[in-house]
């Protein structure tokens, strides 16, 4: 067993692009990290900003958020408000200093089976070379264990 | 009661020692135009300048999230850890004010009401409040129309009062008498003031009497609603309140394991009394008002003796559109 | 409390080759609430699907979780085998353990335990999942087909051969579009109007069709099913009722001078008219904006000429509305606007004409009766220019797309010219010739090989006139980028197909998609080809894209077929993954404030808006409401709603937010 | 002032409206006032101190519901106003509302239309404090800003002072309120209280007024508004200014441009 | 009122007669064209081919400078000036990372927002109003008006008339009392690009263009470009030999064209500087 850092990757994706495209990937045989398991949504626009979110506070250390290009939604227009909503989302998460570096948004269609596998592989790469997302996990452990984390907590309570 | 005399170097260098010896010591410490509470690692931290800090003390026994027990569960079994007393700190708070002091015996009051709460007791078991009297008051205090003062000793284990280069030390409790004799060589002897003389003057702004003999029985006056039509329902009141002891039990589950948390809930919110049938009994701003005011001044008192209203102001400074509760006091007991 | 089944599948080997099933089934057997957990070979074959039957009956399962392929491939098996067994369908749900693991990882523990990871993240959704029954929606079987070219024509003609009733709607007074105006057809040039004349007898004649000619679709609400279309009937001035189509008003009318849009202006007509011998139906209209009754308030010629007193000037537009269940959208194409070729000197030459007029020339019942002439002098041109891509195939002028019918047309009026006009000289200036389709290619070579049509591969420049000659400018890329210049006495250009004027209002009022071109967007580009992206409305013929005849006629016929399946039962049956808005018990019934955001960002006009009343019957406010019958389940709605009112089923936030959380426990 | 006092009288007496929604002297700072007739109208003040924004009421249902109501509104408030009005929430013959201009001037608005064209005609006034503590904020590593706000927000004690002064967090339950799925922690604490100023901020994208009426709120002085300030900016820079139909979440431009997504 | 004036390196030199009636024409409608301080070249025709980030910074000085001179619109004759100019802000707008990094390389700062007119829109903006009131010796000569390349292309970007079919000088020479007519060679290559190197070539493409307006009798060809007009102007020897015919028609800047319908003096518009001599003024 090797010591390297294994990063936990959740990837959202639309049932009819991405979805898809990993189908292919899989149908194709080519390889790819198994740090990724993939969420299927119906559509991108379906996808909740908080689950993001969620997926750090439980312990991901990267998301991949993919779908259909734009023009192609199967819906016609799920992919662009989601596209809204991640310009925006993505912004206000820097300006608070979450790392958007663990972020990956992508367009990865029904026929890239070969660019969701590379999706998948450079963003196991870049997670694993930043490291396990400890800062937004220890936010979210309040109250761990003990009654010294409990007085820190009052320490900023009152602080 | 015991009155002593500490100069300012000495009370630094005691509450250095008191920090030394494994206590956590609480005081006021300002950040920007706000003051509040810090646990302090250096007596270089603490700022007096204040009249009042932003919140009160209370979160020392009556934290605003605290997890009163955790689970595991394994294979259809329930394990549970029960709420560990031995890890809570001996507790020093220094520089509250009397006001704020006071306001842990309506706390306990509640607390102590029914069934006693562990983790409340074990809290104030292990602190000692060290008090220290109003030299300055602005308009919306009014302790003194609450039966309070300015130098009141109600709830302090040690009073001190400015007076000079140092402080008039009264001694009020035995909690109080053990801190101060374990290291009584910073004290000296009672300093033979008027203690009066140099407290703040803090006017009077409604009687009390009256306000009593009118409030239990207005809970249909239309007062209510006029007076809350600005209301905007938070719960910053109620949060900054020394009294205020509402709380939700909430669950912070993670799969198999989690662990039950009491945080601070406020009767001001819309959703307070909703059921879950969809039915709310307290549906309008002016019912949750009515609510606030008659517990404080009538409910409390009738059930566990003590009014849930010390006069600090902290409501009305909080307030985003200026619900100043003195106001609205003096307007119902002029009824 | 869940029991939940976990069906491992091993695929043959496609799985188990490098997922331990056993020890998936085996870890997924200690998930709290997991009844039953077993590895089969094939879950999908018949023992593998009875043992998810018997394992439902025995145990009582209220949820079934198969761990084998992609759901896309297998999921209506498995959810129908449940179904068999007395489960809700909707409680069965697939995770991938062969496209999204077991082929795309090595062998390993970490294979294994990602194989785990995606099982428990099933596992947890399944547990929120909530029985679903799939939604009728009742049909009105009645077609609405807008536009009376031949698309609109053989779609109305095979959805009422099939026993349906049609409404056809055509914005001009008569039917037969664009064929109607062509001379003969490619590639067997056979004559345009015989072929089409008897098909649009027969829609007038059909008991099933009902037509409304100098008419307009003014409003289109509802959905599929379930349409309530607004018909504008725009006023004739001529009662068909009393009219016999005697023909005395229009020989009588003294406003004769109008260039009849029949003829692209190459011939005239009067204020009142039929727009050609043929015409269906054969009764005359006013055209208001020239009638001098209309613009001068006196005339009323043809009132006193007509026998049977069919003239009414006074009668206003009327409306009617239909039930529909269906709509077919065949409204067709036009050609580019003349001024889009300032260097080609359209518009500015009279001898530059385009295609279409090129049509009316050398059609028989044309304004020159089929003789080739030019409209500046009337004299036969002896060397003609043909221009290809005239707008098409352009980016530079904003038109990229190829309009796919001019390479054959080209070559047919080439090869008219060169019948016509024997001693005739053409030339046409091409960048490809695109001749795929049945004899297309051979009745290209036959026009440069047999009747000597001088095919140049090159861009024209620029058309300018000079001494009465129209000089062209071109280039012979062919000749290693030759500069040409051939002296013509006529140019036509193979002006670009557009999209019909009126497109994009169009499909703003029946809520379909246009591409950037304002052609009308198919649902999708392979598969659903006469399908829009809202459900129940068809498209047919060059109101998708440019195409040619028999093209137009068999998409025409496919939307007459879907029309037709679509009527084949009573209601309508489709998915329940659709989007709800809470009714709970609390805050007045719904959370849902009624901000209505969205309702603007709903692809298909779902969201209606529904009154919460109370027992006075007074509106106590006003909330959301999905109408299923439109949602087609993407869910942007769900995570764009602030509180949470709004969600969807089969996707619902509980259980995406069980499955992201479901991983932790890991 | 005596201007405001005379108009709204005015409409008490015409029975143009039944409450007047204004600005009464308070303890430090102007406060609201709900004059219910015409002699309470003589307590109203108007000035440039009258900075909170008063639309928060309009959609309190057990003050206006049913009533003509006139308001004195802020440059923001009539921001907040004209949103309303595309979410749905007021009906235009119910609402006389008057502006003070930079000149102090009161002006009458009587349409949406008109207060559209005010806001189009009239400059936001200038947060030179704000666009300054953002550039700071800007100046930081991420790891300085992730430091900055978890210390800030890691104060916040849930009172939802923030909320509750807000114009646009009218709903009748808000997504901290809802438990199935637990989205926000509910209870105070570092990363709850940040993911409920994200939801916060996220639901205010193109709806926001930037009023700052969430800072001003907080009781413990937390720079909320900061946020709400930068994401009107940020949607702002990316997507102009807001149409009349949806909101800039719920419409969108094919041709929108970002540079994240592969 | 004071407006940016770029001349660029042919006012400058070739064609100064074409600076000269345009400040001229400018200063008899009382605006002043300003000299942007330290200008440098455009880059024109060579830059580009060579060094992307440098054929945006050589404008992209241009306009800093601009900018830095307080200048919120400026005038460029010069067809390729006024192409390099347009192109390059709008590239730069486009391109948020390239502009940091060109503004860079200049060490100074840019908005990007420059209005740059050429002579035409210049005219249409500020002179176009008053024109006829001006004109006091129409210009009532039958000619044709010749746009060159640069004028309008790439017109996505310069959104400046038509294309193929530019009308915005045949439109102002009407205006002036000239009848502008039709013709085939309005946007036809002049051969600039070969106008030192292969005159040969440049002979044969200006040829057709001075042959067809002689030939339609236009009595002179109207040009807003100092490439255009030197090849079709300077050129006239070889235009001529190669033609094996002796055409006279002169070639005129449109600012001189308009100045001598103003009341403008043949010197005032430096009509002297032009090769083959209008033989009407």
Known sequence: MNNEFEPKILAFVCNWCTYAGADLTGTSRIKYASNVKIVRFPCTGRIDFMLLLKAFANGSDGVIVSGCHPNDCHYTSGNFHARRRWMLFRSLLDFMGIDIRRIQFSWVSAAEGAKWADIVNETVASIRELGPYTEYRKAADFLADNEAELAKEMEVNNG | ?335 | MSKIGVFVCHCGENISATVDCEKVAEEASKITGVEVSVDYKYMCSDPGQTMIKEAIKEKGLTGVVVAACSPRMHEPTFRKACSEAGLNPYMCEMTNLREHCSWVHEKGDQTTEKAIDLVRMLVEKTKLNKPLSSIKVPIHKKALVIGGGIAGIQSSLDIANAGHQVILVEKDPSIGGHMSQLSETFPTLDCSQCILTPRMVEVAQHPNITLYTYAELEKLEGFIGNFKATIRLKAKSVDPKLCTGCGVCYSKCPTKKIPSEFNEGLGLRTAIYTPFPQAVPNKPVIDKTNCTYYTKGKCKVCQKVCPTGAIDFDRPDEFITEDIGAVVTATGFNVLKPDFFPEYGYGKYKDVITGLQFERLASASGPTLGAIRRPSDGTEPKKIVFIACAGSRDPAKGLPYCSKICCMYTAKHAMLYQHKVHDGESYVFYMDIRAAGKNYEEFVRRAIEDDGVNYVRGRVARVYEKDGKLIVKGVDTLLGGKPVEIEADMVVLASAGVASHGAEELAQKMHISYDPYKFFAEAHPKLKPVETNTAGIFLCGACQAPKDIPETVGMASGAAAKVIGLFSNSELTREPVVAVVNRIASHEVSTCVGCFLCETACPYQAIVHEEIKNRAGEVIKTVAQVNPGLCQGCGTCVSFCRSKSIDIQGFSNEQMYAEVMAVLEA | MDELRNKAKEMFDKGEIDIFIGYEEGTRNPRPLFANNADETQKLVFNDKCTGNLAVYLTRKDLVKGKKVGISASYYALKSIAQLFVENQLKEENLKVFGLSSDGQIRTLNSLEEIKQYLKDTPPPPKVEDDELIKQIDAMSSAERWAFWSDELSKCFKCYACRAACPMCYCTKCIVEVNRPQWIQPWASTLGNMEWQINRVMHMAGRCSDCGSCGTACPIGIPIHLLTHKMSETVKANFGDPNDKGNVLSTFKPEDKESFIL | MEIGFYPGCSLKGTSSEYAQSTLALAKAFDIKLKEITDWNCCGATAAHNLNHELAMALPARVLALAEKDGMTEIVVPCAACYNRLTVTQHELNQDKELKNKVSEILKMPLSGNLQILNVMQFIDKYIADKIEEKVVKPFDRKVVCYYGCLLVRPQNILKFDRLEDPQSMDILMERIGANSMDWGYKTECCGAGFSVSRTDIVAKLSGKIVKDASDRGAEAIIVACPMCQSNLDMRRPQINSYLQMNIQTPVMYITQAIGLAVGLSKEEVGLKKLFVAPTFA
């Open chain 2, 1 to 335: 009661m015991e009155r002593k005399y500490i100069s300012h170097n000495s009370l630094m260098n005691w509450l250095t020692q008191l920090n030394n010896e494994g206590n956590q010591i609480y005081a006021p410490v300002a950040k920007g135009n706000k003051t509040d509470y810090k646990h302090i690692t250096s007596v270089e931290e603490i700022s007096m300048d204040h009249i009042q800090t932003t919140q009160s003390a209370k979160a020392v026994a009556f934290p605003r999230t605290e997890k009163l027990f955790s689970y595991t569960k394994k294979n259809g079994d329930v394990t549970l850890q029960n709420f560990d007393t031995t890890t809570i700190p001996e507790t020093v708070v220094f520089g509250i004010h009397p006001c704020d002091a006071a306001g842990f015996k309506p706390l306990s009051g509640i607390f102590n009401w029914d069934t006693p709460d562990l983790p409340f007791n074990e809290r104030m078991k292990r602190t000692t409040l060290i008090a220290v009297s109003c030299t300055q008051c602005d308009e919306f205090c009014f302790c003194t129309s609450v039966n309070g003062s300015p130098g009141n000793t109600t709830g302090s284990d040690i009073l001190l009062t400015p007076i000079k280069d140092g402080y008039l030390a009264e001694i009020i409790t035995e909690k109080g008498k053990s801190l101060v004799d374990k290291h009584s060589s910073f004290f000296e002897a009672d300093p033979n003031v008027n203690k009066e003389e140099y407290l703040a003057q803090v006017p009077v702004q409604f009687s009390l009497e009256e306000l009593n003999k009118k409030i239990s029985n207005m809970f249909e006056s239309p007062v209510w609603k006029q007076q809350s039509e600005r209301c905007l329902g938070c719960g910053a009141c109620a949060y900054v309140c020394p009294t205020c002891a509402c709380f939700d039990i909430q669950e912070d589950a993670h799969g198999s394991s989690g662990n039950r948390l009491r945080c601070w809930d406020a009767c001001g919110f819309s959703l307070f009394t909703m059921h879950t049938s969809g039915h709310n009994p307290r549906e309008m701003q002016s019912q949750r008002w009515r609510q606030r005011l008659l517990h404080k001044f009538s409910y409390m008192p009738e059930r566990i003796s003590v009014r849930g209203c010390t006069g600090c102001g902290r409501c009305s400074r909080a307030c985003p559109v200026d619900m100043n509760i003195a106001e609205h006091l003096t307007e119902i007991a002029a009824l």
